[in-house]
């Protein structure tokens, strides 16, 4: 309601600047498409803020895409407003006191004050009643949050350093990856149905952020969590790891598309499809799979170091392993070398990086490792 009174007053400069941030957003998009790999230039990093649907005030940065947002905002506002009204309270009477009571001579002494037990039983029974309030009300909103209904659809989320990996258990073959390469689509989910997921990581704590829906939560090895909402709006939403997991962490980020319920289907199959394109040639193929798999995540096309060693100019060298042995990565030596590499990265690992690469093997077809290796040969 603060909010909505400095709307008020300020409305015309309120939605400039949401105009202007719309189109830095858009820029910024379009900059990120061609930027090199490695890091991300600024306007890149700004272009991750976009927020492709529209808030449902202009002074609101988020829109209220989930059925959880409304009461999150509700009771988020209620609790400002309670301690903007408290604030003015306390501080306007310690002003108010301040002069009421201020010396009048030098001399004066202050009165005897012991205490007031109507005052102290107030100051401490109304804020407790308020705090019980806002438990209650927080409570049956958490409640809300940790009780999946039995009819929502079950998504697998899996987080590593610095990716997450999106399976649905009720779409066999379906696997979407973040990557930071547009479109960025890292989940789709149809609107109006509940979905439920199912959270681990592979590495160290993750934690699943859609501010959009306002909810996140853990993603911990050793363990899975749960967490659900029902998006109620049709649009791409940012998604960010929320717990900070490594150098790259401030990357480990998505979009979660939500589409019609029935177009759900079709577009998870476009988006998840792994097949070569009529007329595409390997190499391109791979080159997809690179991106659409997130491959990219840890291995540059550029010769910059990333988690893994980069792909450039991979095919012909000789790289030597962690156990002290090398390799010339060429012939039929070195695409067994790469395909086990992919299938079971620890096998040989390449001296000065960690045996941190998750297995392959069951997640990429035999066609899928054919088309990666001719598109590493393409990298020179
Ligand atoms: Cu993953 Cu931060």
Same mark, same amino acid.
């Given at each position: 309601?603060?909010?909505?009174?400095?709307?008020?007053?300020?409305?015309?400069?309120?939605?400039?600047?949401?105009?202007?941030?719309?189109?830095?957003?858009?820029?910024?998009?379009?900059?990120?498409?061609?930027?090199?790999?490695?890091?991300?230039?600024?306007?890149?990093?700004?272009?991750?803020?976009?927020?492709?649907?529209?808030?449902?005030?202009?002074?609101?940065?988020?829109?209220?895409?989930?059925?959880?947002?409304?009461?999150?905002?509700?009771?988020?506002?209620?609790?400002?407003?309670?301690?903007?009204?408290?604030?003015?309270?306390?501080?306007?009477?310690?002003?108010?006191?301040?002069?009421?009571?201020?010396?009048?001579?030098?001399?004066?002494?202050?009165?005897?004050?012991?205490? !007031?037990?109507?005052?102290?039983?107030?100051?401490?029974?109304?804020?407790?009643?308020?705090?019980?309030?806002?438990?209650?009300?927080?409570?049956?909103?958490?409640?809300?949050?940790?009780?999946?209904?039995?009819?929502?659809?079950?998504?697998?989320?899996?987080?590593?350093?610095?990716?997450?990996?999106?399976?649905?258990?009720?779409?066999?073959?379906?696997?979407?990856?973040?990557? !930071?390469?547009?479109?960025?689509?890292?989940?789709?989910?149809?609107? $109006?149905?509940?979905?439920?997921?199912?959270?681990?990581?592979?590495?160290?704590?993750?934690?699943?952020?859609?501010?959009?829906?306002?909810?996140?939560?853990?993603?911990?090895?050793?363990?899975?969590? !749960?967490?659900?909402?029902?998006?109620?709006?049709?649009?791409?939403?940012?998604?960010?790891?929320?717990?900070?997991?490594?150098?790259?962490?401030?990357?480990?980020?998505?979009?979660?598309?939500?589409?019609?319920?029935?177009?759900?289907?079709?577009?998870?199959?476009?988006?998840?499809?792994?097949?070569?394109?009529?007329?595409?040639?390997?190499?391109?193929?791979?080159?997809?799979?690179?991106?659409?798999?997130?491959? !990219?995540?840890?291995?540059?096309?550029?010769?910059?170091?990333?988690?893994?060693?980069?792909?450039?100019?991979?095919? $012909?060298?000789?790289?030597?392993?962690?156990?002290?042995?090398?390799?010339?990565?060429? $012939?039929?030596? $070195?695409?067994?070398?790469?395909?086990?590499?992919?299938?079971?990265?620890?096998?040989?690992?390449?001296?000065?990086?960690?045996?941190?690469?998750?297995?392959?093997?069951?997640?990429?077809?035999?066609?899928?490792?054919?088309?990666?290796?001719?598109?590493?040969?393409?990298?020179?």
């Amino acid at each position: 309601m603060i909010l909505n009174l400095l709307m008020m007053m300020a409305p015309e400069a309120a939605g400039k600047a949401a105009e202007g941030a719309g189109k830095a957003a858009e820029a910024a998009g379009n900059a990120a498409a061609s930027a090199a790999p490695g890091m991300p230039s600024a306007e890149a990093i700004q272009g991750l803020h976009k927020f492709p649907v529209e808030a449902p005030h202009s002074w609101a940065t988020l829109p209220q895409a989930s059925t959880f947002a409304e009461g999150v905002d509700t009771l988020y506002l209620f609790i400002v407003a309670l301690s903007v009204f408290f604030f003015v309270l306390v501080m306007g009477a310690m002003f108010w006191f301040m002069h009421k009571y201020r010396r009048l001579s030098p001399d004066q002494k202050t009165s005897s004050i012991t205490h !007031n037990g109507k005052i102290e039983f107030l100051w401490s029974a109304i804020p407790a009643v308020l705090l019980v309030v806002i438990f209650i009300w927080g409570e049956i909103d958490f409640v809300k949050q940790t009780a999946p209904p039995s009819d929502a659809i079950d998504i697998r989320v899996t987080g590593q350093k610095w990716s997450w990996t999106v399976e649905y258990p009720d779409y066999p073959g379906k696997i979407l990856t973040s990557n !930071n390469v547009e479109p960025r689509v890292t989940m789709i989910v149809p609107k $109006g149905r509940p979905i439920r997921l199912t959270m681990t990581s592979r590495d160290v704590i993750h934690s699943f952020y859609i501010p959009a829906f306002r909810v996140k939560r853990d993603v911990v090895p050793g363990r899975y969590t !749960n967490m659900w909402f029902e998006p109620t709006q049709v649009g791409e939403f940012n998604l960010f790891c929320a717990e900070y997991c490594g150098d790259q962490h401030s990357r480990m980020t998505g979009i979660v598309k939500v589409v019609e319920p029935e177009l759900f289907e079709d577009i998870l199959a476009d988006y998840a499809k792994l097949e070569p394109n009529e007329g595409e040639s390997m190499a391109d193929f791979g080159g997809r799979i690179y991106s659409i798999r997130g491959c !990219n995540a840890c291995h540059s096309t550029d010769g910059s170091a990333k988690v893994g060693p980069s792909w450039k100019g991979l095919w $012909g060298k000789t790289e030597s392993l962690a156990d002290g042995s090398s390799i010339t990565v060429d $012939g039929a030596d $070195g695409e067994n070398y790469l395909k086990e590499s992919i299938l079971d990265p620890n096998a040989k690992v390449v001296s000065g990086f960690a045996p941190q690469m998750p297995p392959y093997a069951g997640q990429l077809s035999d066609q899928h490792i054919e088309a990666l290796i001719a598109y590493i040969k393409t990298l020179k």
